[in-house]
């Protein structure tokens, strides 16, 4: 663990076993999902001066424009992707700080997470080394049309937001999977998009609030 971050109280097990109850009071049932949640310390993917507020129930900016998601999210999206079953491969678009991918790596055998945002990509790479979570591949790419040669997955989750859902996406979320993201621009829902051998079922969900989906690198 990084050690300037170990010594502050806010950043405890205790905080963290706070935010636990929270996120129970909140309507998130998974046990899977609540011990993910409890083992990984958020903190360290938060820059130093905002580790303070490390667990309280807010996004938080982790530079270069973007947020890390608040918790609730990030179990409410895990939950609906896990559907209480263990997950096989499963695709993130948007590692962001890197925090949601260490959630998905104890609910799933193999996660791969993409970023757009060099600095991003190379900072989640180093976090997720550091915490020792080797099931996790992070990749520097444009995930708009997902990650093809890791494709079919099992599960799909978007940390950012698209206007529609792309055709590319769909087809690779293996037949019994689940995908779960922000569609929108200025009104934005959750969606839960389910494969089946007929087709997709649509869910719309929560109305959320997400950074938007951008194509390219940078
Ligand atoms: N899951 C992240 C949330 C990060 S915010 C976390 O736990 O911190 C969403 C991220 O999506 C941003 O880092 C942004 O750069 C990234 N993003 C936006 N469009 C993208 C694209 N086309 N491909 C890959 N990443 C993208």
């Known amino acids: 663990m990084n050690s300037l971050h170990a010594g502050i109280g806010m950043t405890s097990a205790r905080t963290r076993g706070r935010m636990i109850e929270r996120l129970r009071t909140q309507g998130i049932q998974d046990e899977v999902v609540l011990a993910a949640m409890s083992s990984v310390p958020r903190h360290v993917f938060i820059d130093e001066a ?14 270069h424009g ?5 918790p609730y999210i990030v179990a409410r999206m895990t ?24 959630v998905l790596s104890h609910v799933a055998k193999e996660v791969y997470s993409v970023e757009r ?7 989640a790479k180093k976090q997720l080394f550091d915490l020792k979570l080797r099931n996790v591949n992070v990749r520097y790419a444009d995930g708009t049309s997902g990650l093809s040669d890791g494709a079919p997955f099992d599960g799909i989750i978007m940390a950012c937001a698209a206007p529609a859902l792309s055709d590319a996406l769909k ?12 569609i929108g621009t200025q009104e934005q829902y959750l969606y839960l998009f389910e494969r089946t051998e007929a087709g997709f ?13 951008l194509s390219g690198k940078t």
């Open 66 to 70: 973007q947020t890390i998601s608040q």
């Open 50 to 63: 905002l580790s303070s507020r490390a667990y309280d129930d807010v996004s938080l900016p982790i530079g």
């Open 117 to 123: 945002i060099q600095p991003l990509y190379l900072r």
């Open 171 to 182: 087809e690779q979320l293996a037949v019994g999977g689940r995908m779960v993201l922000p």
């Open 201 to 213: 079922r649509e869910t719309r969900l929560d109305a959320v609030k997400f950074v938007p989906l």
């Open 79 to 102: 939950e609906i992707l896990r559907n209480s079953k263990q997950l096989g491969r499963v695709l993130e678009v948007g590692t962001g700080c890197g925090y949601q991918a260490a």
